[in-house]
T-cell receptor
Framework: NAGVTQTPKFQVLKTGQSMTLQCAQD?????MSWYRQDPGMGLRLIHY???????DQGEVPNGYNVSRSTTEDFPLRLLSAAPSQTSVYFC?????????????FGEGSWLTVV | GQQVMQIPQYQHVQEGEDFTTYCNSS?????IQWYKQRPGGHPVFLIQ?????EVKKQKRLTFQFGEAKKNSSLHITATQTTDVGTYFC??????????FGEGTQLTVNP
């Protein structure tokens, strides 16, 4: 059971480039989300999805797009990378958005924008 | 909006000393979760507290949820080097999304 799989693990981008961080889960979870983690700021929610075809903005959505065409996949797109988007990105999933559901995190993607 | 504050931001202890991190919310929470993130790793779920005044233990870790459901704590007795990492609380207000605290980074000197 792979859980939540993220790729790539490391990426260096030039300012203005675009890229997609891939995320897949094999637990048939309805709820998937993307967080970014910056020193001293904890985990901040970028976008989330409560099911296939449904996405919504989190706390820090600007500069990112998501889509959820299948239950398993939830890619995060950076449209035009900026140095402020240098961060560690975590994809996460849970059975549903409701209280009581454990969140399972991927191993993270370290992104540097130069 | 909902805020979850966590203190301290950093804690350095000698192996064998106790450690406590505190989580405070500006609003009443429906539940609170705790996660541990090892250096270079990803957050891993530890426990969830739901009831007012609830106390749960996992070996040397004791988790408490305040009577007013606005605060929580994680206490580690006799720390070991394997306890190194960042501990996050995450609270949820009913009908809203989970909000993470900033985390407490624990280092343990052997």
């Amino acid at each position: 059971n792979a859980g939540v799989t993220q790729t790539p693990k490391f990426q260096v981008l030039k300012t203005g480039q675009s890229m997609t961080l891939q995320c897949a889960q094999d637990m048939n979870h309805e709820y998937m989300s993307w967080y970014r983690q910056d020193p001293g700021m904890g985990l901040r929610l970028i976008h989330y999805s409560v099911g296939a075809g449904i996405t919504d903005q989190g706390e820090v959505p600007n500069g990112y797009n998501v889509s959820r065409s299948t239950t398993e996949d939830f890619p995060l797109r950076l449209l035009s990378a900026a140095p402020s988007q240098t961060s560690v990105y975590f994809c996460a999933s849970s059975y549903s958005r409701d209280s009581g559901n454990t969140i399972y995190f991927g191993e993270g993607s370290w992104l540097t924008v130069v | 909006g909902q805020q979850v504050m966590q203190i301290p931001q950093y804690q350095h202890v000698q192996e064998g000393e106790d450690f406590t991190t505190y989580c405070n919310s500006s609003t009443t929470l429906s539940n609170i979760q705790w996660y541990k993130q090892r250096p270079g790793g990803h957050p891993v779920f530890l426990i969830q507290l739901v009831k007012s005044g609830e106390v749960k233990k996992q070996k040397r870790l004791t988790f408490q949820f305040g009577e007013a459901k606005k605060n929580s704590s994680l206490h580690i007795t006799a720390t070991q080097t394997t306890d190194v990492g960042t501990y996050f609380c995450a609270g949820r207000v009913r009908g809203s999304r989970l909000t993470f605290g900033e985390g407490t980074q624990l280092t343990v000197n052997p």
